[in-house]
């Protein structure tokens, strides 16, 4: 019998739903403010904040003096100010290591915007609805348009080729959106792992460089843009070829437990991965997804104690041109 205090795991609609929107309270958004916010921001994260313009709102990651990300977000320019999208588990954490590097900027604020949300969206309709005419500004990842209650910001579609959009809320104002296409927030969770962007949790922040997690994929890393902590790592990786393992996406036909971010994946008794982010569906499939060894990839590949959970490989909607390369050793 279930212990009635053992909250029920949330599970995502099976198949995954191509229309609708999802609240997504696990996340706030921050205003970056005041004469110092682009050369603040440039000396802190992977993006050239030249190329955050009132169309375009590109990722970025923010990393530790040795390159292992400990934010993963996207940056809206607000006017002169930027906006940014954090965990809610790991804001304060994130905020805190920020400011340290805020207090060198006189008059630049960084604060959460209390009546801010941050919204999904799955398909065209709902976007088309909240966009009017201006729909047609949306064309590729990152394109934003401004409304008069936030800004709609597309996204990288599934795999399977279902449109996703991020509608930034940025006032106390009624949205109007329509409850009757309200979804599930782990219908959003699946879509992001369909995607192929990670998300970074308590157990695997600072675990990973950016390119380990296809960040540089999804537009979110400047290679040209100089430097800013954790560069000098961020770029031999890239420049010098280093990259031996990046981020894959799996599914499990049947997953009595679903692998926690952080648990290790394993060929044989070798380990080779770790598990990034995960979610159940309502099939009792899973899906994951893993930051992998380049020459373990194609093995047989099952999360550490759970042998019976074969790890099937998925397609990403983008190509990680780094796998073609010829597998290098440890050494």
Known sequence: MNDPDTPVPAVADFPLPRDGWAALNDRIIVRISGPGTDKFLQGQFSQNLNEVTAGHSPRAAASTPKGRAYCLTRMVRAGEDILMALSSDLANDTLAHLRKYLMLFRGTSMDVIPAASLVGILGNRVAAALAGDAMTNLQEPGDTVELNTGFLVRTEPTAEGTPRFEFWQTTADE???????????????????????????AATQESFVPQMLNWQHLGGVHFKKGCYTGQEVIARMHFLGQLKKSLFRFRIEQAGEIPAPGSTLVAGERSVGEVVNAVKYRDGSCELLAVVRHDAAE?????????????????????????????????
Do not use: C, F
């Open 175 to 201: 949205s109007g959106l329509d409850t009757t296409d309200q979804l599930a927030q782990t219908d959003w969770h699946a879509s992001e792992i369909a995607a192929g962007v990670a998300s970074l949790t």
């Open 299 to 331: 093995k047989n590949l099952h999360p550490e104690g759970q042998p019976d959970a074969a790890l099937i490989p998925m397609p990403l909607p983008y190509a990680v041109p780094e796998r073609e390369k010829t597998a290098q050793s440890d050494t």
